[in-house]
């Protein structure tokens, strides 16, 4: 397994965290940035639980995230950066952390404002919303710092108690007498693209109950995704949220929409057929039905259904769209 690979693992990690090791990776980070150590470590079941363990800290001095992680980072950067020259560099890096960089940052935002809904929900105060906010700062990511960390693989001696957390423990603060780390989730749930995911449950879970629910990248609240098993065409045009009616298309299918609807075809030609779904409240859908005409191994023909703009008027058109071109140009010599 390459070193990216295994920082794409220690990123996906679920599960209990290695407690002992992950406390020696703290103590070892506060000495390789000539710290004392920790007085105190205290678990949190979560980064919402560490947040609220850190801020209800009475004794553990100034955050130290400065010393222990942020200047460590630079001077090693600085350091490899100079060793092996920009251009070399932009390589290094583009085969390891570049790799893994948008999809633990998407993933370390989406937790950073589930975070705040929690505590700081509608109608907080800009004060309220930026003293959560500020908290999140002087978190070290621990687990989901697993893109620069690859960068440095074997590379930095100094950034080996960083390493050692990240391996073992979730997010984590780092003050001058205590230091707060969190479990790991229990659940983690993606697409191929990366983005978090899961029709029937929570996209990524923590032990205490903190999670986050999305489909195919887009946050949707719990309670949606309980009824879209029993989804009609009625409720989908009910539905007064584009975003999650648009989420109750791609779960209920366009096919199958469009057959319980009764709808008819607006235009077919040798490439398609194209469908219109119209809403009271919101544009047109407009979706081309094609034929793969290479079959599946089985000899079937899958049917496939493309989304096109409401301003589409032949099947033609809408193939032609989805490839960047227009129907004049479109001219395929073989459709698949």
Request: aromatic content about 8%; glycine content about 8%.
């Amino acid at each position: 397994m390459s070193d990216v690979d295994t920082w794409r693992a220690v990123a996906a990690a679920t599960g209990g965290a290695d407690r002992a090791a992950a406390e020696d990776g703290v103590r070892l980070a506060y000495r390789k940035a000539g710290l004392a150590e920790p007085e105190r470590i205290i678990w949190a079941a979560s980064p919402l639980a560490g947040v609220e363990a850190a801020r209800s800290l009475t004794d553990g001095g100034r955050s130290v995230r400065e010393e222990v992680r942020t200047q460590p980072w630079a001077a090693e950067r600085r350091r490899v950066h100079d060793a092996l020259g920009p251009a070399g560099w932009a390589e290094h890096w583009s085969m390891t952390g570049a790799r893994l960089w948008d999809t633990t940052r998407a993933l370390a935002e989406r937790i950073r404002a589930g975070i705040v809904e929690r505590l700081a929900p509608e109608p907080a105060t800009a004060e309220e919303v930026a003293e959560v906010r500020g908290v999140l700062l002087d978190a070290v990511l621990g687990q989901h710092d697993a893109a620069w960390l690859a960068a440095f693989d074997g590379r930095s001696e100094r950034l080996e108690g960083l390493a050692a957390v990240a391996r073992h423990a979730g997010w984590w603060w780092p003050y001058e007498n205590a230091a707060v780390l969190c479990e790991r989730p229990v659940a983690l749930h993606r697409d191929e693209a990366g983005r978090l995911d899961c029709a029937d449950g929570p996209a990524l879970a923590y032990p205490d109950g903190f999670a986050l629910y999305a489909w195919r990248g887009m946050p949707v609240p719990a309670a949606f995704l309980e009824e879209l098993a029993s989804l009609t065409p009625e409720r989908i045009r009910a539905e007064p949220n584009a975003e999650l009616r648009r989420v109750m298309f791609e779960y209920y299918g366009y096919d199958r929409y469009l057959a319980d609807s009764g709808a008819r075809p607006v235009h077919s030609d040798e490439t398609g057929v194209l469908w219109r779904i119209g809403l009271a409240d919101d544009e047109d859908i407009m979706t081309v039905e094609v034929v793969n005409s290479t079959p599946e191994p089985d000899g079937v023909h899958r049917t496939y259904w493309l989304r096109v703009p409401p301003t589409t008027t032949t099947a033609r058109e809408g193939v032609a769209w989805t490839f960047g071109l227009d129907a004049k140009t479109y001219e395929p010599v073989r459709q698949t």
